[in-house]
T-cell receptor, first 114, second 116 residues
Framework: EDQVTQSPEALRLQEGESSSLNCSYT??????LFWYRQDPGKGPEFLFT???AGEEKEKERLKATLTKKESFLHITAPKPEDSATYLCAVPMRHGSSNTGKLIFGQGTTLQVKP | GAVVSQHPSWVICKSGTSVKIECRSL??????MFWYRQFPKQSLMLMAT?????????EQGVEKDKFLINHASLTLSTLTVTSAHPEDSSFYIC????????????FGPGTRLTVT
């Protein structure tokens, strides 16, 4: 069964303290792994798509990496404005059909204190 | 690019009335749109998948007659909450899949519905 698990559930960092968020996935035939950022009371904001093991994407203080079993979102020298919930998701495989549905992890809520 | 809008951003209605929420893809064509519901401090819960020009596919446990979805064009999908009750109060979010790309979904800003 397709599954996505994120850890930790919550993470508190001091400003400037780098860390990583984990997203483990079990899916047959990965069709991409997506990272989103969600602020309270807003819809998720698209960050990255990763397709194959070894791929890396960067945006400002964020870098996403992918292996065959998991993805990491590395946050370098975070600032308070990086505080948000980070979600990862993969497209669901339903037999041979292409539903386009996403399986989401439960998210990691990051709090960066000044 | 890949901007999705929702309207209204928040709405308050009385119990028993109906409310319509619009979801638009502004700069791309979306053959598929998705509607989610989100409870406080929980992840997204998929309600239905809508394809342009065809009937929506609802997830198990979602009442089709209560949550009417119409996807009339490649840029517009609507969710109508019929005969709303206080338990329908929630944060509703739509997303759109860009036709021609892979499986990336782009989300709208969400609509906060409060039923009194």
């Amino acid at each position: 069964e397709d599954q996505v698990t994120q850890s930790p559930e919550a993470l508190r960092l001091q400003e400037g303290e780098s860390s990583s968020l984990n997203c483990s996935y079990t899916v047959s035939g990965l069709r991409g792994l997506f990272w989103y950022r969600q602020d309270p009371g807003k819809g998720p904001e698209f960050l990255f798509t990763l397709y194959s093991a070894g791929e890396e994407k960067e945006k400002e203080r964020l870098k996403a990496t992918l292996t065959k079993k998991e993805s990491f979102l590395h946050i370098t020298a975070p600032k308070p404005e990086d505080s948000a919930t980070y979600l990862c998701a993969v497209p669901m495989r339903h037999g041979s059909s292409n539903t386009g549905k996403l399986i989401f992890g439960q998210g990691t809520t990051l709090q960066v204190k000044p | 690019g890949a901007v999705v809008s929702q309207h209204p951003s928040w709405v308050i209605c009385k119990s028993g009335t109906s409310v319509k929420i619009e979801c638009r893809s502004l700069d791309f064509q979306a053959t598929t749109m998705f509607w989610y519901r989100q409870f406080p401090k929980q992840s997204l819960m998929l309600m239905a998948t809508s394809n342009e020009g065809s009937k929506a596919t609802y997830e198990q446990g979602v009442e089709k007659d209560k949550f009417l979805i119409n996807h009339a064009s490649l840029t517009l999908s609507t969710l109508t909450v019929t005969s709303a009750h206080p338990e329908d109060s929630s944060f509703y979010i739509c997303s759109a899949r860009d036709y021609g790309t892979s499986y990336e979904q782009y989300f709208g800003p969400g609509t906060r519905l409060t039923v009194t």
